[in-house]
C-alpha cells in the first residue's frame, strides 16, 4: 500500500507504540487514584504533558490540557472563550476553516452570534487586512487555523495575533490540527492552540488544546477535577503516553526536508507530464507534505478509486459521494473553477513515504487521467478543446 | 456491488455514438455530475449503437455503462421504458439513489431528440405522434372517441402512445383538449 493520505490520518510510529504499550498491559491504573499505580499512571500524563509542551513551544506545561481529539479542542476553545466574554457578541475566523470551527461557528451565528468570515485569495492566503478591519469592540474571538487540511496553506497566525493584540481585547484561537509534528509552532501571539494526536503518529483518540497562562475556560466536559479541574474524564493514559512520544518522535526526529523533496518530485512529476493538472495553494508558503492538485473536467472522486484499485490511498476535495452540494469550501474560497474543484486530488505525504512511492505513483497516474479524460463529458479534453454544458 | 465496480474500473461503451446520432445530457446540481449519451437508430427504430461520457461518481459511471449495454438492440420505446425504472440497473445504493437517475435522463433526452427528428421526418400520411411506438395523430384520436378518453394516461394504457420518452405527452393532451370542446 502507498499511504498518500497522512493529513486525513497517520500510522502509529512504531516508538509511540512501544511507548503506549505498558500502558494497555501492566498499568491499567486510573490515573485519578491515591495508590502507586495511579502516581504511575499520572506521572505517564505528566511526561506526555511536558513532550507537547515542548515541541509547540508552551511556556509553561500546565498550558497544555490533554482532550479526545482536535475537534473536542476547537469546541471547547471557542466555546469557552465565549463564554468568559458573555457581553460580547462577534466572532472572527475565515471561509477555509476544518468543519471543526467551521460548523462551531455557523451554529453560533443561528445562536444570536455575529460571524465576520474572512475569504483569501487565489493563493490561499488570508485577507489580513479585511481581518484587521473586521475587529470591533465587541469581537470575542478571533479564530484561524495554522494550515489548510486541503491545500497545506499556512496562515501567518504570529501576524494575526499581532494584529488582535494591537486593535482588539479579543481572544486569539489558533486551530494548529494540520500543522504541528510538521512546522516549527509559535505561540507568542496566540491564547488558545488545538492538535490532534493522530496527525502526527499517535492514535486516534488523543488531543490537547493549549490555554495560555492568564486565560481561563470553563469546563466544556463537566464530572470529575482530572486536568486540573479544567478537562473532566478518566484520563486516557495510553493515548495521552503516546501523543507524548509523538510529540518526542517529531522533535528529534524531522524528516520534513525529505518528505518536502519527495512531495515536490510528486508534484512537479504530475505537473510536467499530466495536462489540465493546475496546483492549488501557494506553492512556497505551505507545509511541507502536501500538494493539492486538480485534474480539470475529471470526477476527483473517480481519481481517488482508481488509485485505490492500485493500493495507492489519497482524498478528494470533490462530494460527488454526498447528495447535497458540498464541493471544497476552500477551493470554492480559492476561486477555483468549479471543473478544477470537482476534480481536486489532495496528496499528503508522511514519514513512512519512500522514493519508491512517489516513483510508482507518478508511473499510474498518467494513464488514469488519461483514461478519465477520455471518458469527461467536458468534450476532447486530452486534445485541449473545451466545451462546455 | 461487483456490477458496478466492473463497470466502474472498466466501463463499455465509452465515447460518443456514431453519426448520425442524437444525444442527450443530465446533470445534477446537487452533487455535480454531468453525463453526456449518444445514440445511433437504426431503420427499425432500434438502438444500434450507445456511447457516453461522464464525469461523476462511481455509481454513474457504472450506470451509464450497464445503460448503454442493456439498450443495444432495443427499440427506442422499450429503451425509454428501461430508462423510466433507474432502480433497475445497479438495485438502489444509499445516499446514490440520484445517480442511476442522471444516466437514465441524459438516455431519455437523447430519446426525445430523435423523437422529435424522427417527428419532422415522418413521410406517413398522417401526423406521427408518438415516435417511440409509432403510433399516428389518427389513431390516438380513434382510440380517444371509441373509448371515450380523458386523460394522457388512459391514452398511453389504450394504444401505447406517449409510453416511452414522454416527448409526445403536451401533443396528446392537445389531441384530447380538442375532443373536450362542446
Known sequence: ???????????????????????????????????????????????????????????????????????????????????????KKHIITTLVEHEAVRNVCRGLEKDGYEVSWIGVNERGEIDLDGLSDALRPDTALVT??????????????????????ERSSALFHVDG?????????????????????????????VGALYIRKGVSLPSFIIGGAQ??????????????????AACKLAQEDDDHSRIRALRDALENGILENIPNARRNG?????????????????????????????????????????????????LHAMQVPYTAAQGSIRFSLGRYNTEADIETTLRVLPEIIEKLAAMSPYAEVSSGRREKL | MTDVLSHFLNPRNVGDADEPSFTGRSASLACGAHARLSIQIDERHRVSQARFRAAGCDVLVASASLLTERIAGLTTADAASLAQEPETLVGVIQHREH????????????????????????SGDEALICTCFFVSERTIEQTIQ??????????????????????????????????DLP
Open chain 1, 1 to 87: 500500500m502507498i499511504y498518500l493520505d497522512n493529513n486525513a490520518t497517520t500510522r502509529v510510529a512504531p516508538e509511540v507504540f512501544a511507548a503506549m504499550q505498558p500502558y494497555l498491559t501492566e498499568f491499567y491504573g486510573n490515573s485519578s487514584s491515591a495508590h502507586t499505580l495511579g502516581r504511575t499512571m499520572k506521572q505517564a500524563i505528566e511526561q506526555a504533558r511536558e513532550q507537547v509542551a515542548a515541541l509547540i513551544g508552551a511556556a509553561d506545561t500546565s498550558e497544555i490540557v490533554f482532550t479526545s481529539c482536535g475537534s473536542e479542542s476547537d469546541n471547547w476553545a471557542i466555546r469557552g472563550a465565549l463564554a468568559t466574554q458573555p457581553e
Open chain 1, 144 to 165: 484561524v487555523m495554522l494550515a489548510n487540511n486541503e491545500t497545506g496553506v499556512l496562515f501567518p497566525v504570529n501576524e494575526i495575533g499581532r494584529i488582535v493584540r
Open chain 1, 177 to 205: 490540527v494540520q500543522a504541528v509534528g510538521k512546522i516549527p509552532i509559535d505561540l507568542t501571539n496566540v491564547d488558545l492552540f488545538a492538535l490532534s494526536g493522530h496527525k502526527l503518529h499517535a492514535p486516534q483518540g
Open chain 1, 227 to 244: 486536568e486540573q479541574g479544567r478537562r473532566a474524564g478518566t484520563s486516557a493514559v495510553a493515548n495521552i503516553v503516546g501523543l507524548g
Open chain 1, 282 to 330: 501557494d506553492p512556497e508558503n505551505r507545509l511541507p507534505n502536501t500538494s493539492n492538485i486538480s485534474f480539470e473536467y475529471i470526477e476527483g472522486q473517480n481519481i481517488l478509486l482508481h488509485l485505490d484499485q492500485f493500493g495507492i490511498c489519497v482524498s478528494t476535495g470533490s462530494a460527488c459521494h454526498s447528495t447535497t452540494h458540498e464541493s471544497s469550501p476552500t
Open chain 2, 99 to 122: 445517480c442511476p437517475g442522471l444516466a437514465c435522463d441524459a438516455l431519455l433526452d437523447a430519446i426525445r431528440e430523435y423523437s422529435n427528428a424522427a417527428r419532422d421526418d415522418w
Open chain 2, 146 to 179: 371509441t373509448q371515450g378518453l380523458t386523460t394522457v394516461r388512459e391514452v398511453t394504457s389504450a394504444c401505447n402512445a406517449g409510453g416511452g420518452c414522454g416527448s409526445c405527452h403536451q401533443l396528446i393532451q392537445e389531441i384530447l383538449d380538442t375532443h
